[in-house]
């Protein structure tokens, strides 16, 4: 399958999922739409592109629009990304998935085995294990944003070069702008590593201390990989998005009592 190809078929699965979320219209300006013909090598680039017809403003979201189309590009690019090594080995690209306007945005290390498979972050075991403290900090995974700091597999799921987070830190960087979250979760060292380019992170010692990305409050803790490895670990990890939640001015939920 050629670059384009997988851009497009990234794209119409991105279009899909915002169409579940009930966004159906995307404004898609001349500009934008040349400058991702640029970048995916479209075929007969010398051919001008049609101006595409107005869309309707969405009501009540005016900005929401704007970001669909901005991330829509970003998953584009990322499909047809070939800036290290990863790329060689990969099924499907992982650029993220969530809420245009989340209050907590979730990055982990780089997909595994099912999530190259779907195409979609933490799908596998480690991830219904996040799907769990999501909805037990009274959220759905439909009202945050999850992503990861490399949006490809690495080989055997071993950990990230760091070449190869630096070459991938770019489109986490301008996703991370768009979607504007009022709170980070770096869920492990790996994260944390690829956001502040701090090697020497040990996340047993600094999880649950505030830490600050580019403005946007930080809270590193344990990535749910560990935790099904370690399950007493969970209890840290509660204590952690406990401080979330009152950061965020949120209730803390009840524990459900287990039948």
């Known amino acids: 399958m050629s670059p384009f190809s997988r851009a497009a078929s990234k794209l119409r699965a991105h279009l899909n999922y915002l169409k579940e979320e009930n966004v159906t219209e995307v404004e ?3 500009h934008n739409l040349a400058a991702l013909q640029q ?11 049609p101006t595409p017809t107005a869309a309707a403003p969405i ?3 005016p900005v929401a629009g704007n970001v669909a189309e901005e991330l829509a590009a970003i998953a584009a690019e990322i499909a047809a990304c070939q800036k290290c090594r990863l790329c060689e080995s990969r099924t499907n690209t992982v650029p993220g998935q969530g809420n245009l306007q989340p209050e907590i945005m979730f990055i982990g290390e780089g997909p595994g ?12 075991r480690a991830g219904q294990l996040l799907t769990q403290i999501i909805e037990a900090m009274g959220f759905t995974r439909e009202q945050v944003f999850i992503g990861n700091v ?3 597999r690495p080989p055997d799921n071993r950990v990230p070069m760091p070449d190869e987070m630096a070459a991938c830190l770019p489109y986490l960087e301008r996703q991370i702008a768009l979607l504007k979250p009022k709170v980070i979760v770096a869920l492990g060292a790996t994260a944390v590593k690829g956001l502040f380019n701090d090697p020497k992170v040990s996340i047993t010692k600094i999880r649950g201390q505030w830490m600050s990305y580019q403005g946007i409050d930080t809270m590193p803790t344990l990535h749910p990989a560990y935790l099904l490895r370690n399950p007493p670990a969970k209890r840290e990890v509660w204590e952690d998005m406990k401080t979330v939640l009152t950061r965020l001015g949120r209730p803390i939920p009840a524990p459900k009592k287990r039948s």
């Open 59 to 61: 009501a009540n979201a």
């Open 39 to 49: 970048r995916l090598r479209a075929p007969r680039a010398s051919t001008p592109s």
């Open 28 to 30: 898609v300006s001349p």
């Open 150 to 152: 490399v949006k490809c």
């Open 113 to 124: 085995a099912e999530e190259d498979k779907q195409g979609i972050p933490f799908v596998g």
